[in-house]
């Protein structure tokens, strides 16, 4: 886990407020839950795995001596989105569309860019069926990027249900489901040879792992030759276009008369053509391979990518079950979650972040002459501040060059000192760090000239 | 533990929001540390009751069996602060002003107002012995409560030397001047013959325990007289002025020779002199009786209390010897903390929120005519997003009325209507839900007549 330094959470911040600015302009609301759930309230909501990576805190008193736990941190923004919305049903809005950017913690091994405490971006909207709601997610999580000055991503959609009919329609049967999507989902680490001995390890029937394998390879073909396609007419979009509805139409072919699946896929046709309303269709790329690793998602799925990363910037889905586990009523939902902690990796290593950001702890540093005039000193900072500037006081009587070097080594670009002289004549020495110069102005003056320089 | 729901995490934000930007403008930079510090940090610093109320988490694996603990949940945000200092060292600037606002927990029985998860509001600077830290504390607490809209608060002012000094005066020995603290914080409760029936249960000499209660009295009758003469001179705060002189006048007289003690004496003047070049010395009262629990205070001690509210609103001092628990180096520090949770509290029941905070969640909502239309509706919504407005979209092509129905419950002011005609013709209809006026409008136009609407 991390302690975050000035600069850090500047940096945090800024990404933040702009995840959060764009969220409230799609009409969503904040909400903040507790870190700590009731231990009951989490487990076996995360398979397997996932109880195992949950922090279990001891029950007080008594009970810290039978290691007995009866609470745990917070693990996903999910789980207890769907708690809040079982626990206060009717004082929610029938359509609840809320944003969450709160910490969650994982016992995991920690490893490079991925820690026990992080963030998420959660941004979720309860209580429609409709397909606006994925389209607006899409949207959402597109403009958040776009506005953090991503401009090559790529937001791969696929839906659960067609997946399934995908895999019904090769033939194989719904307990191998899960086990065909391990073997497949690294097709681009292991070619398709690797991928079909792990179908036959996993008890895939030959003949249906071949099918599966063909259709993707198909796929893969037609990809292919439009990214051939695609750079000489990138940023049009035309050609995605083209090849989102030709995938469509694969799709339309290979998963025949499977209703739930045809049905899926006029899901995402929709959702490709809402898209198109916010300019975000372009983004938008067909991935009939995207599985998600979360068992609760039910429609569609989506995953924002960029280029030159493994892994993506974000994530979400079609969960229309999960609220019912809490709340016995049928809750539909669909959610999209950035990964904070991610996005500020990439952005770091791409230097994507504003300059004046890493700025200075303040906008001026008043020194102190001498024991005599702290007041002096004190006053003008108080002066100074109440004309909104960030001042920075030394807070001893010191050598004068050393007060300058500390503002220096700060990164603080103006020096404030009274010296006796300034003193007698209700003035201030201020030099500017950057230039040297230095000038004899009235704190007033003081004020304009800092602020000639913060643009 | 509590959900904040969205009117909550405005308001919260709000608070946070003005504490943080007049933390800023006194030169403190933002820190974060995680909610999980390894439990040997946390043990023992806050006394065997402290370490009751420490969250424990279970190790990771084998040891969730055997019930051991190696985590443990943040506490306070001074001793992490401390932490942060040794294990940063020489990459922290020299003096070290950082303000952190995050939760805390602590596994204590949930009463009014009192809660297991809440946030605190630190701002410490470490790396100065300088009697200007106090000053400055205190002038940024004031302020960020005076731009809350608190206007009538106190700060209460004195100093650990100064009350080890009394107290050795009084003639009670070292061991018992913790007793002596505990009894006479009850002198309001249960009066003098109380506080004396309680010294001698905790074996203080009857002799030294009337001298103590003798000086305190003298004390209230000073404060006393005053308050009859301030109730005409309200403000001025030249009465307060002369209080603290012979506040200190007393103690300088029953403190006599003891040497610490006159210099806390000699620093509590400075702390009202120099807070005077900020106007905050008229918010200072010093008062010899203040304690305040934490028992790692070497120095000054503060707290702001308003009149109508049991406790304070936040309080701190100076620990010169907690870092050095950690670094081993011998590091200066001075703290202040503020009650976020109770200022909360009392700002609701004051009615001290701006009244747009508890706003709609969005300036205007657009609604769906029918299914063929759906496009028309999200292409209005992302162009009214585009001009920065916070547009909801009613997700499903529903009965209009049911749609107008929504938005007024949810108090959005404006809703959009692209009905058959004002598609034909590119308009849009704008209903203002307060007055019930609708107008038929271009987009741009609609943007012009939302806007007009925000203050």
Redesign the interface.
């Known amino acids: 886990?991390?302690?975050?330094?000035?600069a850090?959470?500047?940096r945090?911040?800024y990404v933040i407020g702009i995840i959060k600015e764009v969220y409230?302009?799609?009409?969503f609301?904040?909400?903040?839950?507790?870190?700590?759930e009731n231990i009951e309230t989490l487990l076996g909501k995360y398979g397997e795995e996932g109880n195992?990576l949950i922090?279990?805190?001891?029950k007080?008193?008594e009970h810290?001596?039978?290691?007995?736990?009866d609470?745990a941190?917070r693990y996903d923004l999910t789980v207890p989105l769907a708690r809040?919305v079982a626990?206060?049903g009717e004082?929610?809005?029938?359509?609840f569309?809320?944003y969450q950017i709160q910490?969650v913690?994982r016992?995991d091994r920690p490893a490079r860019g991925r820690f026990?405490?992080f963030y998420q971006c959660d941004v979720d909207?309860i209580g429609?069926r409709?397909i606006?709601?994925e389209?607006?997610l899409c949207?959402a999580a597109s403009?958040a990027l776009k506005k953090l000055g991503f401009t090559n991503f790529t937001i791969r959609l696929n839906h659960r249900q067609v997946l399934a009919g995908v895999l019904d329609a090769a033939g194989i049967v719904t307990e191998r489901h899960a086990d065909a999507l391990v073997a497949l989902d690294k097709l681009d680490k292991i070619g398709p040879e690797g991928v079909a001995k792990e179908f036959s390890e996993r008890g895939i029937k030959e003949e249906s792992g071949a099918r599966l394998l063909s259709f993707f390879e198909g796929l893969s073909a037609l990809e292919h030759a439009a990214q051939l396609v695609d750079i000489e007419g990138e940023g049009r979009g035309s050609e995605k276009d083209a090849v989102n509805a030709a995938i469509l139409g694969r799709l339309v072919e290979f998963v025949g008369d499977n209703e739930a699946g045809a049905r899926g896929i006029d899901e995402l046709r929709s959702v490709v053509?809402?898209s198109?309303?916010?300019?975000a269709d372009m983004r938008i790329k067909i991935d009939p391979s995207l599985a998600r690793g979360l068992s609760y998602y039910t429609g569609a799925i989506m995953e924002i990518s960029v280029p030159d990363l493994a892994g993506s910037l974000g994530g979400g889905g079609r969960y229309d079950n999960l609220v019912g586990m809490f709340s016995g009523k049928d809750v539909p939902a669909c959610g999209f979650s950035l990964g904070l902690e991610r996005i500020i990796v990439v952005m770091t290593e791409r230097g994507m972040f504003p300059e004046n950001l890493s700025d200075a702890?303040?906008d001026v540093?008043v020194t102190?002459w001498s024991e005599e005039t702290?007041?002096?000193s004190?006053?003008l900072a108080?002066e100074l501040?109440r004309k909104?500037?960030?001042?920075?006081?030394?807070?001893?009587a010191d050598k004068l060059g050393k007060q300058f070097k500390?503002a220096s080594?700060?990164g603080i670009r103006f020096v404030a000192v009274i010296g006796e002289e300034e003193r007698q004549n209700r003035q201030v020495a201020l030099k500017n760090m950057s230039t040297g110069e230095q000038v004899t102005l009235t704190a007033d003056a003081v004020v304009d000239a800092v602020r000639q320089h913060l643009k």
């Open positions: 886990m991390r302690d975050f330094l000035p850090d959470v500047r945090r911040e409230e302009r799609y009409g609301e904040p909400l903040e839950t507790p870190a700590v195992q922090f279990k805190i001891l007080r008193g810290e001596r039978t290691g007995e736990a609470l941190l809040v626990e206060y004082r929610l809005p029938k359509f569309k809320r910490p913690w016992a026990r405490e909207a429609s409709s606006v709601v389209a607006e949207a403009e053509k809402l198109a309303a916010y300019g702890p303040a540093m102190i702290i007041s002096d004190l006053a108080g501040r909104n500037l960030r001042v920075d006081l030394y807070p001893e500390y080594a700060r």
